[in-house]
Antibody, heavy 122, light 110 residues
Framework: EVQLLESGGGLVQPGGSLRLSCAAS????????MSWVRQAPGKGLEWVSA????????YYADSVKGRFTISRDNSKNTLYLQMNSLRAEDTAVYYC???????????????WGKGTTVTVSS | SYELTQPPSVSVSPGQTARITCSGD??????AYWYQQKPGQAPLLVIY???ERPSGIPERFSGSSSGTTVTLTISGVQAEDEADYYC?????????????FGGGTKLTVL
């Protein structure tokens, strides 16, 4: 069964940093683009970032550009999200997701992890 | 950026048909995708490319598109279908510019 397992969430003070990881299994990780999507408490889904299958291309929502960095290690089947200069409004459940049809211009997320919770508070 | 607009809530009785709409200019040129999210769970893809159903998704889930509006239809609604539903589309410029989600619709089964 295709699986994604996020880790690395926790409580961090405003201005702090955190690195999230997403371990993939049961599919050829290096063939697919990957994405992070977050959901603030009681709110809807917000796309955060995406990375091409090779890692050579990265994309960010305006709300995190310059503060978050997405990366991947295809040899370890793992996706990362480095989050710096964290703000209270970054508090959310962060999901990693496998992206299908990335280069076709019609991307969508067909597999999601269970999420990891990030809380930014003093 | 662009927006996708969904009604905040839809209510139906068991066995009836639920229709959830999603509107946005990008939908005239882009496919729409629908995700179901139950409390405390991750989103689950239920419709892709406007009307295709992933394997394992019940046939009562269907999708359609007309101009700048797409519709998720759930026929013969069951109690287990009570959830939040989100539409999603992509930037219509042809290059990857991220994806956008609608605000979500809470489906209540009365």
């Amino acid at each position: 069964e295709v699986q994604l397992l996020e880790s690395g969430g926790g409580l961090v003070q405003p201005g702090g940093s955190l690195r999230l990881s997403c371990a993939a299994s049961e599919f050829t990780f290096g063939y697919y683009a990957m994405s992070w999507v977050r959901q603030a408490p009681g709110k809807g889904l917000e796309w955060v970032s995406a990375i091409s299958n090779s890692g050579s291309s990265t994309y960010y929502a305006d709300s995190v550009k310059g503060r978050f960095t997405i990366s991947r290690d295809n040899s370890k089947n793992t996706l990362y999200l480095q989050m710096n200069s964290l703000r209270a409004e970054d508090t959310a459940v962060y999901y990693c997701a496998k992206v299908n049809d990335f280069w076709s211009g019609y991307p969508y997320m067909d597999v999601w992890g269970k999420g990891t919770t990030v809380t930014v508070s003093s | 950026s662009y927006e996708l607009t969904q009604p905040p809530s839809v209510s139906v009785s068991p066995g009836q048909t639920a229709r959830i709409t999603c509107s946005g200019d990008a939908l005239a040129k882009q496919y729409a995708y629908w995700y179901q999210q139950k409390p405390g769970q991750a989103p689950l893809l239920v419709i892709y490319k406007d009307s295709e159903r992933p394997s394992g998704i019940p046939e009562r889930f269907s999708g359609s598109s007309s101009g700048t509006t797409v519709t998720l239809t759930i026929s013969g609604v069951q109690a287990e279908d009570e959830a939040d539903y989100y539409c999603q589309s992509a930037d219509s410029s042809g290059t990857y510019g991220g994806v956008v989600f609608g605000g979500g619709t809470k489906l209540t089964v009365l």
